[in-house]
C-alpha cells in the first residue's frame, strides 16, 4: 500500500496519512507545470503506472498536479481512485473512494 502525495507543500505534517500505506511525493515542492504538461505527465504516468484498489492519493499542491495525478490513477485502476481526506475538526485522515463508472457492487 502507497499514499501518493501528488505535490510536496513545505511545512505541512502528512505523517499521520502513513497510516494507509508507505508516503510517496509524485512532484518536489519547486516543480511547476509550465507552458507543458507533458515532462510532468509522463512522470505522473511512471510513478503511478502500477497504482491500483491498495493505494491512495493525498491531494496537495498544484491544482493541475492534482488533476493529472487524479486522471492518470483512475485510467490505471479502471475508473476507481481512493483518496485520502483530511478533517480539520478531527485531525485525521478519512479514506474516499471514488468510481466513476459506478460499478461497486
Known amino acids: 500500500m502507497t499514499v501518493f502525495i501528488t505535490q510536496e507543500v513545505p511545512g505541512r505534517d502528512i505523517t499521520k496519512a502513513s497510516e494507509y500505506g508507505d508516503l510517496q511525493i509524485l512532484i518536489p ?3 511547476q507545470v509550465a507552458l ?3 515532462p510532468t505527465v509522463r512522470r505522473i504516468n511512471r510513478l503511478l503506472r502500477k497504482f491500483n484498489d491498495k493505494d491512495y492519493l493525498l491531494l496537495s499542491g498544484d491544482p493541475v498536479i492534482i488533476g493529472i495525478s487524479c486522471a492518470v490513477a483512475m485510467s490505471n485502476n479502471i ?3 481512493n483518496i485520502l ?3 480539520r475538526q478531527d485531525e485525521e485522515y478519512y479514506p474516499v473512494t471514488v468510481d466513476i463508472y459506478d460499478k461497486e457492487v
Do not use: F, M, V
Request: charged share 40%; aromatic share 8%.
Open 29 to 31: 515542492a519547486k516543480e
Open 36 to 38: 507543458s504538461a507533458q
Open 79 to 81: 475508473g476507481k481512485l
Open 85 to 87: 481526506k483530511w478533517d
